[in-house]
């Protein structure tokens, strides 16, 4: 279910483009949301609180005189970053609480997504996991500098340092993604092939095709959230993962699989009396899965009815 935050920022961005009436800020914000969104999502790799985020900066940008703006984008994306920063903080709170491993919330993307390689990687579950691993301030650094090609004054300014800092932080940042992001861009024609493996296992019961492409420390993380059932910390190491796929495709109905594009990327999803239960996403390193995310938690899943925009 979309959240109440979320349904108030559409509902505005609908009267302003349906009714025909001249709103200058309305506007504005509307023209942007889908970047404004994507910044939110990246810096927080939750979709509910990124809306939530939106609806923030929209009653923060109605009061502004915008006669006193210079650069607009520039603005409505330091409002956003600053308040995806609170949100970020206590989001890591509630993280400390959760039951198994938190995996980001996973979106139902449209094709033009993944024709942004930049985009695409940014927001893949591997990526937004390796994001997790970031203080807040250098991942807000990070995303608005390699993502997004803010220059460092704009986001002094959204992170509140000096731009000297923050080329410090940035470096940091990046330092930090490139020890543990995936190796090189993996086509979209390799993770599909490593789905189609999943999905034969799926279908026949011979995971050996499956098996042949599990790197040796293949990690496997299940998201449930305490809702539903899922491993309750990672699995790690082609012998274990190995059994544990071999166990739960004994029980799963090949059928109800499908192929999907989750953020950015080839997905596959599961769903059951018609329901989304389970999505899984994939990383690969040199030909190899190197990891499995399967986010279970419904909360998680409202964002897989309906393609989310995103935009840089």
Known sequence: MKSECSGRTEDTAGRAAG?????????????HRNLLFTVAYEMLGSAADAEDVLQETWLRWAGVDLGTVRNRRAYLVRITTRQALTRLRT????????VGPW??????TAPDVAEDVELADSVSMAMMLVLETLAPTERAVFVLREVFDLGYDEIAEAVDKSPAAVRQIAHRARSHV???????????AVTRDALDAFHRAAGTGDLQGLLDILAPDVVFMGDGGGIKQAVLRPVVGADKVGRLLAAGLGRMDASSLRPVEVNGHPALVLRID???DTVVAMRLDDGLITGFYAVRNPEKLSHMQRETALRR
């Open 178 to 188: 490139a020890a543990r992001r995936p190796r090189g861009v993996v086509s979209p």
């Open 91 to 98: 989001l890591g709170r509630r993280k400390e609480s959760y």
């Open 274 to 276: 018609g329901e989304v």
């Open 19 to 31: 009714s025909g009436r001249t709103d200058p800020a309305t506007e504005v914000f509307v023209a």
């Open 103 to 108: 995996l980001p919330e996973p979106l139902l």
